[in-house]
């Protein structure tokens, strides 16, 4: 194991070594382009632009042989090079230092969990759900004991939430199976969510992320816009669909129908189309009322119990089912059935603030735009940006305050990302690329910030070009 020191000098001296580390047996296979571990047509693959020698595939997957396995049923054919999916936009010099940088992080041991850390983790969660139990049953069900109940609730829902997020990256077991099992346990039996919807939105996130149409994180529903880009142009294709009267979005996603509009997709862009759902001048002012307080208990809580429903993914559906007999059978004795179902909403309001505010600090106040191809490391850096290292920073965030070195290495368990911060920030450096580190007070008000911007150049588009 290399101490920081050795893996700073070894960084800035040497690029050595294959460029992509060992070929997995399946070689052929590198040139067939795929998604990360989640399912959706093949159709929307090339979208992704990935090949298992890219470095985002190998950031995915830490079982390359086991991958591909799956992979060789689906190989249809040699790629050409001019093919979008060699990320025409990528700088060779930065690829070959950022998979140096992960060579000396593996070396280091930072891909080593520390089990311990995971199961205090566990343990804090389950201790906040019995002292909930407690203050009711012994207390009763006063406003007093309720709001104080719900707080404590909200709270362990939120750090469920991530440590869930940990075994749904399979940064915590070697074995891919041992992190899919506990994962949907956490999400499901601890939260009662879909372990297969969440992978299904959140790799896609992590492959493009803050790229329209193909981060769904990033998809508004014409409530807000978002960047530079999108205030601004003349519509693109899903503005043809709206015009014409149809819904245009992502195939796959639940109640999304489907747009035939030819060409090539373009943001949603409104200023100098005059299209005005809502005052997106006034967005950083209604955000407060319809983004944290409805994302968890409206949208997203709808979203799931469609998904498993209409997917047929009967498990996660069992393993919501035994969260909400769990529940109820817990607080019904306290609050009737209507009072507990309004306990459990009055929850998820709370827990949807804290993960709205958490989840975008990093995110909607970075570039927000088309794909422009660019290498694994920058196309990351682009979009990601971290909030200062503390103690409570790391409870408060589920360690997401180190997002960039989270997207760069998702596998990477998350008590080690401090630890390779230090080598990412010295490789930006290195090339000129901005590393972004603030505040967390800073980070929460950017965006505010940052949809006031967005929202101030959609009405200078939409009333003057």
């Known amino acids: 194991m290399k101490s920081l020191g050795e893996a700073e000098k070894l960084l800035g001296d040497s690029r050595a070594g294959p460029e992509c580390g060992p070929r997995p047996p399946c070689s052929r296979t590198c040139q067939l382009t795929c998604l990360p571990p989640v399912a959706a047509p093949v159709s929307s693959w090339k979208d992704f632009g990935f090949s298992p020698c890219q470095d985002a595939f190998h950031a995915f997957h830490p079982d390359l042989e086991l991958v591909c396995k799956f992979l060789k049923p689906l190989l249809v054919g040699e790629l050409a090079p001019e093919e979008p ?19 000396m992080a593996e070396n280091m041991d930072l891909f080593q969990t520390d089990h311990l850390f995971f199961l205090l983790l566990l343990a804090h969660i389950v201790v906040m759900e019995s002292a909930a139990w407690l203050i009711i049953s012994h207390f009763g069900s006063g406003w007093l004991p309720t709001l104080l109940t719900a707080c404590i609730l909200a709270t362990a829902q939120a750090q469920a939430g991530w440590l869930q997020h940990d075994y749904g990256h399979l940064s915590v077991y070697k074995k891919s199976g041992w992190n899919h099992v506990v994962h949907k346990f956490v999400i499901g039996h601890l ?16 492959a493009k992320p803050n790229i ?25 294709r899903a503005q043809a669909c709206a015009l014409h009267m149809h ?45 944290p307080p409805l994302l968890i208990p409206m949208y997203f809580q709808y979203q799931i119990i469609m998904t498993m429903v209409m997917r047929r993914d009967w498990v ?40 709205v505010w958490v989840t975008q600090m990093n995110h909607i106040v970075m570039e927000i735009d088309l794909d422009h191809h660019r290498d694994w490391f920058s196309s990351q850096l682009a979009a990601t940006c971290n909030v200062e290292q503390s103690f409570f920073n790391d409870w408060f965030s589920g360690h997401l305050n180190f997002q960039i070195e989270h997207h760069l290495f998702p596998t990477m368990p998350r008590h080690n990302l401090r630890k390779v911060a230090p080598l990412v920030r010295s490789l930006c450096a290195r090339h000129g690329i901005q590393y972004q580190e603030k505040p ?26």
């Open 85 to 103: 999916s060699l990320d025409r936009g990528k700088s060779s010099e930065i690829t070959e230092d950022f998979r140096a940088l992960k060579r």
């Open 212 to 236: 329209f149409h193909k981060d769904p994180d990033i998809k508004m529903l014409h409530v807000f816009v978002l960047g530079e880009s999108q205030p601004l142009e003349a519509a693109g």
């Open 191 to 206: 939260k009662g969510a879909s372990a297969n919807w969440w992978n299904h939105r959140h790799f896609q996130h992590h």
């Open 316 to 355: 996660d559906l069992a393993w919501a089912i035994s969260y909400y007999v769990r529940f109820f059978s817990t607080y019904t004795p306290f609050y009737g059935i209507l009072g507990a179902l309004l306990f459990l909403n009055f929850i998820r309001f709370l827990e949807s603030h804290w993960f």
């Open 440 to 465: 967390l007070l800073r980070a929460l008000l950017d965006i505010v910030g940052s949809l006031k911007r967005s929202g101030q150049l959609w009405l200078d588009a939409y009333l003057h070009k």
């Open 247 to 291: 819904m245009c979005v992502t195939p796959g996603d639940v109640g999304d129908p489907l747009c035939s509009v030819p060409g090539p997709w373009q943001p949603p862009k409104y200023g100098k189309k005059k299209l005005k759902y809502l005052p997106y001048n006034h967005q950083h002012e209604y955000f407060f009322l319809i983004g």
